[in-house]
């Protein structure tokens, strides 16, 4: 497997030993967590395919526990943006591991952490420049939101309708992807979150602003199914938050780090905002996320005296830090000039197949025909990886790595799937 390869299948997707791996987790595992075929579910109209079971990554490349070999467009949740397992990336986690795991978060950083967070307010645009680490995109939310309260004394929020900013109880209110996901703890979630129509008319916002500290939008919506923002909107959106008082925040943990051929998206749909989140391809595939604001806006944290306010124990984990310093790198050198031209390529073809590219540079969406979960399910049978993106197309965010052939299968294979439905 060199990363750069078609599917080569040895048995059915997925094949036996995904499924005796799938029988142990069905036993030891929260049953929310990974969908299976049950006779229950079948029985209740909600048929699920086993998923295979990851064994090995590299390039664009995944090997399951049975051999199968298969190509994946979505580069892991959009994480491995430089490939799975680059080089670089493996190299400096291991010269890191080899020296130092964990440090001590608050109490005592590492050297990792110190470059990492110069070389983040390098990389960001306008003047944010203070950053706040995380493991998880939730984590860099739960940031913002902490700094928005302390910088405008306003615990309101604004989201917009389909937005999608993480699981975890704090951000969980933000969420107006699925309602299902926040209705068994909608009394525990953040109470003043107001919901807006995506594109909607920015004088709604204004008249939603009241007792608002944070905006925060996706540029691209990315999970709710690959929308990108109208011309110029991003940019009202936030003069309003700013002039009500409030903070403008922008959710760049898919968008950001390359992902649609620029550092971020904010800055050419017109707008630096004044807290940024960051986090999927930020380290090359290890868990870190990072909110990251103007000198100003942090400020309101206060200086610590010693017990931090706002802190976890793996803070500024040294062998992520270090991952992320390597993927920056690898981006810089090369890697961005990879991602446009793997885009390039994608997106014309994806239009001469006759259909609708929806997205910018590696975050996008092909419009398919057809119940697109049953779609990804058959291309995954094929040795397709891809996730539906919202209700009528299949999202793809692959690896910079993606070939010409890779993209030229893909298409067929979907061609294929769809003349199957
Ligand atoms: C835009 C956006 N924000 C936040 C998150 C949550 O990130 P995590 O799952 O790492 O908490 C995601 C995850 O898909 C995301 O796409």
């Known amino acids: 497997m060199t990363g750069t390869d078609l599917p080569v299948l040895r048995t059915d997707v997925p094949g036996p030993a995904s499924q005796a791996a799938v029988d142990i987790l069905a036993r030891h595992e929260c049953p929310a967590v990974t969908a299976r075929r049950t006779r229950r579910a079948e029985a209740l109209g909600v048929v699920s395919d086993d998923p295979i079971v990851w064994q090995s990554a590299v390039g664009a490349n995944v090997q399951d526990v049975d051999g199968n070999q298969l190509v994946d467009l979505t580069s892991g949740f959009g994480v491995a943006l430089v490939g799975h397992r680059h080089p670089s990336v493996v190299r400096a986690a291991n010269q890191q591991a080899r020296k130092l795991v964990h440090a001590m978060g608050d109490a005592w950083p590492d050297l990792s952490r110190v470059l990492l967070l110069q070389r983040l307010a390098r990389i960001a645009p306008g003047d944010l420049e ?3 680490l995380g493991l998880s995109g939730s984590d860099a939310i739960d940031a913002a939101i902490k700094t928005a309260v302390l910088a405008t004394g306003q615990t309101g929020v604004i989201t917009f309708e389909r937005s999608y900013h993480g699981l975890a109880l704090g951000v969980l209110g933000l969420q107006g992807y699925k309602s299902a996901f926040t209705a068994p703890f909608v009394d525990i979630t953040h109470g003043q979150v107001t919901h807006l129509p995506w594109g909607c008319d920015p004088s709604v916002v204004a008249q939603a602003m009241a ?60 707008v630096v905002p004044d807290l940024m989140c960051v986090g999927k391809a ?21 200086t610590s005296t010693g017990e931090a306010l706002h802190t976890q124990t793996f803070l500024g984990h040294p062998v992520g830090c270090a991952a992320a310093l390597a993927s920056i790198d690898v981006i810089e050198n090369g890697g961005m000039a990879q991602i446009n031209k793997t885009a390039i390529a994608l997106q014309r073809s994806i239009q001469a197949s006759g259909r609708v590219f929806r997205g910018r ?21 094929r040795g397709w990886l891809v996730l539906p993106a919202g209700i009528d197309s299949l999202s793809l965010t692959p690896p910079m790595c993606l070939t010409q052939e890779q993209i030229n299968g893909f298409i067929n294979a979907l061609d ?3 003349a199957e439905q």
């Open 282 to 302: 930020l380290a090359g595939g290890y868990p870190l996320s990072v909110c990251i604001g103007t000198p100003e806006v942090m400020s309101a944290w206060g």
């Open 130 to 132: 203070v950053s706040l």
């Open 361 to 381: 540079g590696l975050m996008g969406a092909v419009t398919t025909q057809g119940d697109v979960l049953a779609l990804s399910r058959a291309l995954l049978r």
């Open 211 to 270: 007792g608002v500290g944070l905006g925060l939008a996706e540029p691209i919506q990315g999970r709710g199914g690959m929308h990108t923002a109208p011309d110029g909107w991003l940019a009202q959106i936030a003069a309003v938050a700013r002039a009500h008082g409030a903070l403008f925040g922008l959710d760049e943990i898919q968008t950001g780090m390359g992902r649609t051929g620029e550092w971020f998206a904010g800055p050419s749909d017109g």
């Open 416 to 418: 294929a799937a769809e």
